[in-house]
């Protein structure tokens, strides 16, 4: 018993819906897999912050901070000062103040600050993905708090500074609330956690159950063509929805941490900035796939446009022809119409791969490939039809 036409579109169109939106999801999953839960690309992805000024300017306020403040080195100029030279206590501590600074930021652009910056993010990142086990590392999170311990740091400037002859900070302890550098901070910690994990658990599923939902889609349809084009531009819509997202969560998010005092701004930007960029790019790709997938549907379907787009090409080919009436395109016709689904598809997978392959595709980029395949399965379905008109 045949499923009647208007049962058949509206499961259709279910399927579409349900499989665009586990799709979208599935692309977040493996991002979260492959960049926030995978050591090595974390680390790839978060080595650039230790070259970023809001970084530097953030560590090395906070280094010269705490080595005064555990110091108390503007009461001891105080009490070393003469009585009638008390005034020139705060200038000497602001000079003093001012070229540890600069110290510590000598530090910061060398590649010891780099090496120190990986290495502490790789040792600490197993317990920052877990988020759980409240172990210490050199990054960690601790109530929702992602922070750099700067001990190491703390050492190396009090080591430098002893050996210019400054050994006031020589045995300063710095406990561990002074040591810690807030980058990241966040609320619902639970919440988080048990996302995390659950999307985790389903980055191998999600995409194939997508996959099924596309599927089913297509077997249901009447219009397959139509029926691709419509699940490239859910997808390509899926992606949007995800970008759009990420911008109003940025905002979000900024204007929570400017409201709180346990973290530094602009640093808190610029990791947000360097992990959502990740992610950006991961999205855009793929609203490119979209894209690409909807073109080579849109093309082949039943749509005015498309079927205006094949007649022009075709008139570009009978005008070549007239000009060329001595080159026999007959055989080559024939054979393009004998392997006319390889060559279709061998175009469309070229089509995605170049997009998959490049580093930062734009909207731009897939538009012109996306015009390129148009071209390229037009020329296909006019020369496999004229091979077959002369073979018939």
Not at 223 to 244: C, E, K, P, Q, Y
Not at 299 to 310: D, F, K, N, S
């Amino acid at each position: 018993m045949s499923i009647p036409a208007k049962w058949r579109n509206i499961a259709g169109i279910i399927l579409i819906v349900l499989g665009c939106a586990v799709a979208t999801l599935a692309v977040a999953t493996i991002w979260l897999n492959k960049v926030v839960l995978d050591t090595d690309e974390y680390v790839v992805t978060v080595t650039p912050l230790s070259e970023d000024p809001a970084i530097k300017d953030a560590v090395a306020s906070k280094i010269t901070d705490e080595l005064f403040k555990r110091t108390q080195a503007e009461d001891l100029a105080r009490e070393a000062l003469p009585e009638k030279a008390d005034f020139l206590a705060a200038p000497i501590i602001g000079a003093t103040q001012g070229y540890i600074n600069e110290q510590v930021r000598k530090l910061l652009d060398s590649d010891e600050f780099v090496k120190i910056w990986k290495e502490s993010n790789r040792n600490g990142h197993e317990i920052l993905k877990q988020a759980i086990a409240g172990e210490k590392g050199a990054v960690y999170s601790e109530e929702g708090r992602v922070y750099l311990d700067l001990g190491v740091l703390f050492e190396i400037v009090k080591a430098r500074l002893a050996d210019r002859g400054i050994t006031i900070f020589e045995n300063v302890r710095i406990e561990d609330t002074g040591r810690q550098f807030t980058i990241f901070e966040y609320q619902n910690i639970t919440v988080a956690r048990q996302g995390v994990h659950l999307l985790s658990g389903l980055a191998t599923w999600l995409p194939l159950i997508a996959l099924a939902f596309f599927a089913a889609s297509m077997w249901l349809s009447r219009n397959r063509w139509n029926t691709l084009f419509w699940i490239g531009l859910g997808f390509a819509a899926g992606m949007a929805v995800l970008l759009v997202g990420v911008a109003i969560g940025r905002g979000y998010y900024l204007d929570a941490a400017a409201a709180r005092r346990s973290i530094d701004l602009p640093a808190a930007t610029s990791f947000f900035d360097i992990i959502a960029g990740s992610l950006k790019t991961t999205l855009r790709r793929a609203f490119a796939f979209g894209l690409v997938v909807a073109a080579a549907g849109f093309i082949m379907g039943p749509y005015p446009l498309a079927v205006t787009i094949r007649a022009s090409v075709a008139k570009l080919y009978r005008t070549g022809r007239e000009a060329q009436d001595d080159i026999d395109m007959e055989p080559a016709g024939a054979w393009i119409a004998e392997q006319k689904g390889i060559l279709r598809a061998a175009g469309i997978v070229l089509a995605l791969v170049s997009l998959v392959v490049m580093d930062r595709p734009t909207l731009t980029t897939a538009l012109l490939i996306a015009a390129a395949l148009i071209v390229y399965i037009s020329v296909l379905e006019f020369l496999a039809g004229k091979g077959g008109t002369k073979n018939g």
